[in-house]
């Protein structure tokens, strides 16, 4: 099969799903239903062809969610937005995540859409290998994130036992758990997991290759991906690693039991369509192929209590459709290239920190991977040079500093075309995150 016989075939299913969605939203919500007639669509039968769908322009960003959500809780008393297709007494479970304004933004779930996730999460845990059974110590935010109670649920819906002490318990007391329960797998930020290693042998007198787990899941932030912090990762903890997102609006991709990081599995095909690609400065659609990359529109294809549609959650992603080099499998795999709202331009030369943060981690063990991007304004726009502060390792005693500034700007310049400055600082410095490490900071909005 050909990448474009796939694709033609996977839209063709997505399509039928699609008109039934294009109507159940516009039925059952006046917030999709205005947004779509602004569009031009006063029925949906209008929306007759996938071309047609693809032309849609954005109906949700992460703004819209929000208005959303504030409108909803003066016009009917709840938070959980003015696009709920279904009625409040069928939603039976929420999640959230926070927004830079402090306010949550809600994730509502019918009794049907906690089973299609619970299904596709399943997926997701078999691709990593987690068998029925299995211990899996879950270190994500428990406090509302989608990463905590749904995927606690899910693996206990899947036959898993879920320690679910969260990233909330502290680096101390995760490590305790681990080792008063003797988990298989562990799930946690690589931020989180990279903590571990630092404070293991301190907190409870064992290096992590000595706990016994076998298998990391990480989400939530780059790192699973970046080669020397994939090879950290599995050489200190004896174990596979396996690169997720799910969770939400029954998206579901992984990498695969490959020692090297050959983009994320989609493993959601028949119930959400996340490769939606549309250039992130035009936001006209792109021909979906092997390669391209583009800002996803994110739709749910039978989601029922708060649907993605046409939904702009910010994220960059490159579509790759042929054999995986790490498994063999024919289909479609997602790499996450950024966030669109975190590109920086430099002179005309783009870049995201997850690709900064790459090239600084090429110089471990002399660094420990940990950076700040210092901004004197919001992205895009940076005047160069680019201050980046990079945080020696542990054992970085006694190195040329000044030899290994140079290394790393000579680096960067090489592959990715900016210039920089580096400062580099003791390890330890800089704060670490049990949930995601925060890679920009904007001097001006900070002081």
């Given at each position: 099969m050909t990448a474009e016989e796939y694709l033609?075939?996977?839209?063709?299913?997505?399509?039928?799903?699609?008109?039934?969605?294009?109507?159940?939203?516009?039925?059952?919500?006046?917030?999709?239903?205005?947004?779509?007639?602004?569009?031009?669509?006063?029925?949906?039968?209008?929306?007759?062809?996938?071309?047609?769908?693809?032309a849609l322009p954005v109906m949700m960003t992460k703004a819209d969610h929000r208005t959303s959500q504030s409108d909803s809780l003066q016009q009917h008393g709840h938070s959980f937005g003015m696009h709920l297709c279904a009625s409040l007494d069928q939603v039976i479970h929420v999640a959230a995540t926070s927004g830079t304004s402090g306010d949550p933004t809600f994730y509502t779930f019918t009794r049907k859409d906690q089973q299609i996730t619970h299904e596709v999460l399943g997926r997701l845990f078999k691709m990593a290998t987690i068998q029925p059974g299995d211990t899996v110590l879950q270190a994500f935010g428990l406090s509302m994130w989608l990463a905590g109670v749904t995927v606690v649920q899910a693996l206990e819906a899947y036959g898993a036992r879920p320690i679910a002490v969260g990233a909330e318990a502290g680096i101390a007391k995760i490590l305790r758990y681990i080792q008063l329960t003797r988990p298989r797998v562990l799930m946690a930020t690589p931020s989180l997991a990279t903590h571990l290693i630092e404070r293991s042998e301190k907190e409870i007198g064992v290096p992590v290759g000595e706990l016994g787990i076998e298998v990391i899941a990480c989400a939530g932030e780059p790192g699973a991906g970046i080669p020397a912090v994939r090879q950290r990762l599995m050489n200190e903890y004896g174990a596979m690693l396996y690169d997720f997102t799910g969770g939400a609006w029954h998206n579901g991709t992984i990498s695969c039991n490959s020692e090297q990081h050959h983009g994320m599995h989609y493993m959601a095909e028949e119930y959400c369509f996340r490769y939606d690609l549309i250039d992130p400065q035009t936001k006209q659609p792109l021909a979906l192929a092997d390669g391209v990359v583009g800002e996803a529109i994110h739709t749910a294809l039978e989601y029922q209590a708060g649907p993605a549609f046409r939904n702009a959650t910010g994220d960059?992603?490159?579509?790759?459709?042929?054999?995986?080099?790490?498994?063999?499998?024919?289909?479609?795999?997602?790499?996450?290239?950024?966030?669109?709202d975190d590109l920086l331009n430099i002179k005309g030369v783009k870049v995201y920190p997850a690709a900064l943060k790459s090239v600084v981690t090429e110089?471990?063990?002399?660094?420990?991977?940990?950076?700040?991007?210092?901004?004197?304004?919001?992205?895009p726009r940076v005047l160069p040079p680019l201050n980046i502060t990079v945080e020696l390792d542990r054992q970085g005693t006694g190195i040329d500093e000044a030899g290994l500034v140079t290394r790393i700007q000579k680096r960067i310049s090489e592959l990715l075309k900016v210039p920089t400055a580096i400062t580099l600082v003791p390890f330890g410095a800089l704060e670490r995150s049990n949930l995601k490490t925060k890679m920009l900071i904007i001097k001006q909005a900070d002081s």
């Open positions: 033609a075939n996977q839209m063709e299913i997505k399509f039928a799903k699609l008109r039934q969605q294009t109507a159940y939203v516009y039925e059952n919500a006046e917030f999709f239903r205005s947004r779509l007639q602004a569009a031009g669509v006063n029925d949906p039968r209008d929306v007759d062809s996938m071309d047609a769908f693809r960059l992603l490159k579509l790759q459709v042929n054999e995986c080099p790490g498994c063999g499998e024919f289909g479609a795999r997602i790499d996450i290239v950024g966030r669109v110089f471990q063990p002399d660094v420990s991977g940990q950076i700040q991007i210092l901004l004197d304004a919001p992205p």
